[in-house]
């Protein structure tokens, strides 16, 4: 590649990057629900707490930019510290947590603060030490020659890691889920009707039985029924009653209630 070509490629990435956050991006002030808390467990390893976003569990709903970028993007979960009192313990001082991919969907990417794309395996970027409060920047991006307009869900796999003079064991993998599909809010109850045609049917029953598909506790929504078009994230608004995260037979018994009515 020419050396024009590279700077021309550079200047594209970055003021994609600069979109990317100017659309996206808020001012995060103060710890939240919504951001991942991290801290560390009884083996001296980093790890998630249960008190903010869950991953492998949560789906956190990206909004769609049409400007010099397109997709999907928002920088929202972000990463914060845990406190005393939640079921981890925080981070001391000289921690310096690191944010370092396992693997992405095709199409998707997340971009800090120095304008770093992330959709390799083994790239990172700093979060912070002890009292880390940091939002990046989540894009999926529908330009993409990888993008595939029938998904609703990407996934990003990543580990926390400790370079500092703590020393905390490497996490686990955790999942981030990331969807361009609307996600019922937080309190608002699901109501069986899949269709939103303000009543619930036979079209509503049968969405619930393409919502099972043999599942069970635990089962993550995958539908297959000729007919059905969705995706887990609109199976679980409609269909997930007990807001456990999968549709199955509980779930099934609450929407027959609702259908006798």
């Known amino acids: 590649m020419t050396q024009t070509k590279q700077s021309a490629r550079s200047l594209r990435t970055v003021c994609a990057a600069c979109a990317t956050l100017l659309l996206a ?10 951001d991942v808390w991290i801290g560390v467990n009884t ?3 980093l790890a998630a707490s249960s008190n903010g976003f869950l991953p492998d569990a949560n789906y956190a709903m990206l909004l769609p930019v049409n400007g010099i970028i397109k997709g999907w993007s928002n920088d929202d ?34 971009i800090d603060d120095g304008f770093q794309f992330l959709n390799e395996p083994g790239e990172d970027t700093l979060l912070g030490g002890s009292t880390v409060h940091e939002h990046i920047t989540w894009h999926i ?8 307009p029938e998904q609703c869900v990407w996934h990003a796999t990543f580990v926390l890691r400790d370079d500092g003079s703590t020393g905390y064991a490497t996490s686990e993998p955790f999942t981030l889920n990331f969807t361009s599909a609307d996600v019922r809010a937080n309190g608002v109850p699901a109501d069986g009707d899949f269709d939103n045609d303000g009543g619930i049917d036979a079209d509503d029953l049968a969405a619930l039985a393409a919502c099972m598909d043999g599942g069970g506790p635990e089962h993550v929504p995958d539908p297959y029924e000729p007919g059905v078009t969705t995706c887990e ?10 807001d456990d995260r999968d549709v199955d037979l509980s779930d099934f018994a609450a929407f027959q209630r609702l259908l006798g009515e």
Do not use: K, M, Y
Not at 25 to 34: K, M, S
Not at 142 to 147: I, S, W
């Open 25 to 34: 991006r808020g001012v995060a002030l103060g710890q939240h629900q919504g």
């Open 233 to 242: 994230v609109e199976c679980l608004n409609a269909f997930d009653f007990d």
């Open 43 to 45: 083996s001296g390893q």
């Open 141 to 148: 991006n529908n330009q993409d020659p990888a993008f595939d």
């Open 77 to 110: 979960p972000g990463f914060d510290h845990v406190l005393a009192g939640t079921d981890l313990q925080p981070l001391a001082s000289g921690a310096q947590i690191w944010l370092e991919v396992v693997a992405v969907d095709p199409a998707f990417q997340a």
